[in-house]
Nanobody, 113 residues
Framework: VQLQASGGGLVQPGGSLRLSCAASGSIFSFASMGWYRQTPGKQRELVALIISAGNTKYGDSVKGRFTISRGNAKNTVYLQMNSLNAEDTAVYYC????????WGQGTQVTVSS
């Protein structure tokens, strides 16, 4: 399984970005897919998660600002990030869980004026 993340970049405070993660391989559905983020010196933290039934879970710091959704093919996941602030600056990683946990390459999100 390979995960291809895209959509990161530089955005001003208050702006928006949308991250995408596409899973390749012979996997048609996952137990869960989600996004985590990490900054230097800190542990990787949950941003948002969507399980196969469609339920979602968000980290406390992003609730009400970020929305995770799944593509029709079920092997893609999107993260719509609104009202971004400097504390959202991090490397964002896509994750997918089936029998194992798979990680994509990180995509940098920088929120700065």
């Amino acid at each position: 399984v390979q995960l291809q993340a895209s959509g990161g970049g530089l955005v001003q405070p208050g702006g928006s970005l949308r991250l995408s993660c596409a899973a390749s391989g012979s996997i048609f559905s996952f137990a869960s897919m989600g996004w985590y983020r990490q900054t230097p010196g800190k542990q990787r933290e949950l941003v948002a998660l969507i399980i196969s039934a469609g339920n979602t879970k968000y980290g406390d710091s992003v609730k009400g600002r970020f929305t995770i959704s799944r593509g029709n093919a079920k092997n893609t996941v999107y993260l719509q990030m609104n009202s971004l602030n400097a504390e959202d600056t991090a490397v964002y990683y896509c994750n997918a869980v089936l029998s194992n946990s798979y990680w994509g390459q990180g995509t940098q999100v920088t929120v700065s004026s």
